[in-house]
Nanobody, 120 residues
């Protein structure tokens, strides 16, 4: 599975951005996809995820009500719509795909990351 993110950039606080993640390769094997972010000096954290089979979504508390994760199965593309951006949303955002390889075991695939910078 290969993942390529796009859509990052510089935006003022209160603004919006939409990130895209295009998946290729063995996309049929993906169980779930998600967006993670990593700010300087901090650990990578999960922002939002979406199930491939059900479309169910989950969000970190910081993202609820402001971010929306979605997917276009026909295009093998996942999106993250980010609204009401805050300075603390500044981070490198990574696309993740989880592939189940055994019971309770998964293999993670990552994109190269896209920088999101929110100026206050």
């Amino acid at each position: 599975v290969q993942l390529v993110e796009s859509g990052g950039g510089l935006v003022q606080a209160g603004g919006s951005l939409r990130l895209s993640c295009a998946a290729s390769g063995s996309t049929f094997s993906i169980d779930a996809m998600g967006w993670y972010r990593q700010a300087p000096g901090k650990q990578r954290e999960l922002v939002a995820s979406i199930s491939s089979s059900t479309g169910n979504t989950a969000y970190a508390g910081s993202a609820k009500g402001r971010f929306t994760i979605s997917r276009d199965s026909a295009k093998n593309t996942m999106y993250l719509e980010m609204n009401s951006l805050k300075a603390e949303d500044t981070a490198v955002y990574y696309c993740n795909a989880a592939v189940g390889i055994a019971t309770m075991k998964r293999r993670d695939y990552w994109g190269q990351g896209t920088q999101v910078t929110v100026s206050s």
